[in-house]
Nanobody, 121 residues
Framework: QVQLVESGGGLVQPGGSLRLSCAASGSIFSINPMGWYRQAPGKERELVATITKGGSTNYADSVKGRFTISRDNAKNTVYLQMNSLKPEDTAVYYC???????????????WGQGTQVTVSS
């Protein structure tokens, strides 16, 4: 089994910063890609950012220039540095990863439990 555990959410004022972390653990041969999604109340879950094992990144237009995704492959961990936060960034943020557990095995898609980010004065 594979677990994704997020941390780093919380309450922050507009213009502030937060850093989310997501560590993958369990039976892992390789992970690619890893990413962050978010879901605000009454809205569908949406992509925030993804990063491949080689470091290629992809961002939603709404967060470009404000958020930075990075990963530590040795630690199976992905990070999301969020700067210049806005009230519309308020959501539950979910970590996401595609994992293969053995060489030549099947890729599986995993989600973390989510961490709340609230941007409010």
């Amino acid at each position: 089994q594979v677990q994704l555990v997020e941390s780093g959410g919380g309450l922050v004022q507009p213009g502030g910063s937060l850093r989310l972390s997501c560590a993958a653990s369990g039976s892992i041969f390789s992970i690619n890609p890893m990413g962050w999604y978010r879901q605000a109340p009454g809205k569908e879950r949406e992509l925030v950012a993804t990063i491949t094992k080689g470091g290629s990144t992809n961002y939603a237009d709404s967060v470009k220039g404000r958020f930075t995704i990075s990963r530590d492959n040795a630690k199976n961990t992905v990070y999301l540095q969020m700067n210049s936060l806005k009230p519309e960034d308020t959501a539950v943020y979910y970590c996401n990863a595609d994992v293969i557990r053995t060489y030549g095995g099947t890729w599986y898609h995993y989600w973390g439990q989510g961490t709340q980010v609230t941007v409010s004065s």
